[in-house]
C-alpha cells in the first residue's frame, strides 16, 4: 500500500462546514499544510470531497519513485 502526500492549497473560510470537517479530519488546518496519508479507500473518498481544495501526489515505492 502506497502513501498520498495531501496538501491544503484553498482557504476552508466560506466553506460548508462538512468540508471544513474533512479537512479537519484530514489533518489540513490552513493553506499549505501537507500530511500524509495511507493510500487506502477511506482516504480517497475524504480527498474526493474536498479535491476542489488539496492537491494530492503519490509518494513511497507505489507510486515508481526510489524504493
Request: no cysteine; glycine share 12%; hydrophobic share 35%.
Amino acid at each position: 500500500m502506497g502513501q498520498l502526500r495531501i496538501t491544503l492549497r484553498r482557504s476552508l473560510v466560506g466553506r460548508p462546514r462538512r468540508q471544513r470537517a474533512v479537512a479537519y479530519a484530514l489533518g489540513l488546518r490552513r493553506i499549505d499544510d501537507t500530511v500524509t496519508r495511507g493510500d487506502s479507500p477511506t482516504i480517497r473518498g475524504m480527498v474526493a470531497k474536498v479535491q476542489h481544495l488539496v492537491e494530492v501526489r503519490p509518494t513511497g515505492p507505489a507510486a515508481g519513485g526510489p524504493q
